[in-house]
């Protein structure tokens, strides 16, 4: 079949796999005054780890993850996991919620029941969605590609063949991080078919264009994009590696459990509305769960590779060009550096532009009540277009 149930469900081996690398970590020396500006701190590091040898469940965790309706399905030979679960409303309509790095599928896990039974959570019950989370290529339990070139450009492809074996031949679609771009390129190549697209970040790579006759960059344009540049100059080196030497990287990510949680829990900390305390903000079983995602998904390389693919097909426009469907988003306060509306202007169709009080990077763990609301506001005039 091309689309079957899927059922996480990881092999003893690997859990007990997992637990010798940890008991056997080799840890760097400390430096006297080290922070986090230096890296991922090593005494959380430690604790993390203990917690994760000693205390985390990962079957309690499989568990509660396999309540949600997951399937596999095959779409131009890539195999893609997904979750589907069907609104309870008179008229749901279908939604592709899609993650970024280093988040997964499980990111969406709260706020995937309050878009697709509102009602359920004080909500109206004609706001439901049919919720499709699909896994990014090399996520989770999506392989990777097995050839170059997969980049959201290409996803974008995978998203609508997804959607049209589901029978679905309108869609909404809502992203952050890389699935921010993957939604806009959707939109981007197949408008007819977009009900709307609703963000909470926008694309790095995304620049206008620019020509003679248009509007010059704007003194608030200017400062954003030297805010981005001062950005990457301090926190851009991760993307940098991932775009020019993933598999260099990816021996030590895919040999040490360790040092992928290292990697993946300094971005945590630093673009969550957390005020530096991460474990607070969403405990360790969430942050193992996600690390331990991608560890057991076994395909570090192929998340990794996104950012070159993505280098390779910016998300750049032609003059004159314009996404067709209407663009809604959140700005949430701790989130990476964003543009002014008058930026996202010059190529979209923007309808709502939300300043929301409290969140970072990882709206739908860290604010879900708040994302989907503003979720449901924006397609709420969408739904009959």
Known sequence: MSIRPFVIDIPEERLEDLRTRLGAVRWPKPVSGAEWSDGADLEFLRRLTDYWLNTFDWRAQEKRLNRLPQFMAIIDNQEIHFVHMRGHGPDPLPLVLT??????????????????????HGGNPVDAFDVVVPSLPGYGFSPAPAVPGVSSRRIADLWQGLMAKLGYSRFALQGGDIGAGVSVWTARL????????????????????????????????????????????????????????????????????????????????????????????????????????????????????????????????????????????????????????????????????????????????????????????????????
């Not at 896990?109 to 009602?119: G, N, R």
């Not at 709502?352 to 609301?373: D, K, S």
Request: aromatic fraction near 12%; proline fraction near 10%.
């Open 190 to 385: 197949f408008p007819e078919q977009v009900a709307g697209v609703h963000l909470n970040f926008i694309p790095g790579s995304y620049r206008p264009p620019f020509r003679n006759e248009l509007p010059p960059v704007s003194q608030e344009e200017q400062a954003y994009l030297d805010k981005v540049a001062d950005w990457t100059a301090t926190e851009g080196g991760y993307a940098h590696l991932h775009a020019t030497r993933p598999q260099t990287l990816s021996y030590a990510l895919t040999d040490s459990p360790v040092g992928l949680a290292a990697w993946f829990v300094e971005k945590f900390r630093n673009w969550s509305d957390c005020n530096g305390d991460v474990e607070r903000a969403f405990g360790f079983d969430t942050l193992l769960t996600d690390i331990s995602l991608y560890w057991f998904g076994d395909d570090i390389n192929g998340s990794l590779r996104l950012y070159k693919e993505n280098r390779l097909a910016p998300l750049t426009f032609n003059p004159g060009e314009r996404v067709a469907p209407p663009l809604g988003v959140a700005l949430f306060p701790r989130e990476l550096p964003m543009p002014p509306r008058s930026w996202v202007e010059r190529v979209f169709n923007v309808r709502r532009w939300t300043v929301m009080p409290r969140g970072g990077h990882f709206a739908a763990l860290e604010q879900p009540e708040l994302l989907a609301e503003d979720i449901r506001a924006f397609f709420r005039p969408l739904r009959m277009s």
């Open 99 to 120: 993650h970024g790095w280093p988040g997964s599928f499980a990111e969406m896990e709260h706020v995937i029941p309050l878009l697709a039974d509102p009602q359920a």
